[in-house]
């Protein structure tokens, strides 16, 4: 199958789940899909067209939390990045982790980080942060506040 036949394979499959489409360059694409649909489309690529799971990204945009599921195809040299955007207030999506194993601690990492319910995780413990973390309290979203007065903890600025 070549780039093509790939990419008209996956935007046929899912084409009531795709909400955008862009590609990027011979060697980029972006897909926004459904939530709802994530399972059925990684597992797609995954295991029928054997793309290699890279990892996953979680961000707060103020208006929506978003995560990227980043593939390789590797004998196209082909990345897809499939993007879904859950609701800020209450972000839940199903865990990808019953189709990819791998994927199992960068979605504890997002969970803890950005507060992500991972619907169907077989372990959703804390991963990176200290034991005495407040529960809910999440460092990566926009709208944290520090929790410790006497904390001093290096933002990067």
């Known amino acids: 199958m070549n780039r093509e036949e790939l ?4 935007k046929t499959k899912f ?6 489409y862009f ?12 939530p709802k649909d994530i399972k059925e489309v990684v597992k797609y690529l995954f295991v029928d067209l054997e793309a290699r799971f890279n990892t996953a990204s979680g961000m707060d945009t103020r208006f929506h939390i978003e995560i990227l599921y980043h593939f390789t195809i590797e004998r196209l040299n082909l990345l897809i990045s499939i993007r879904v955007k859950l609701n800020r207030d209450k972000p839940k999506i199903d865990s990808i982790t019953p189709v990819i194993k791998g994927a199992e601690w960068i979605e504890r990492e997002m969970h ?3 507060g992500i319910d991972f619907i169907g995780h077989p372990n959703l413990e804390r991963l990176l942060l ?10 990566l979203r926009k709208d944290y506040k520090e929790w410790d007065k006497d904390a001093i903890r290096d933002r990067g600025i």
């Open 7 to 10: 990419l008209n394979s996956i």
């Open 15 to 20: 084409k009531g789940s795709i909400k955008e």
């Open 23 to 34: 590609d990027k360059s011979e060697k980029r694409v972006y897909i926004e899909v459904d």
């Open 112 to 114: 803890e980080l950005i």
């Open 130 to 139: 200290a034991e005495d973390w407040p529960e809910g309290v999440c460092p």
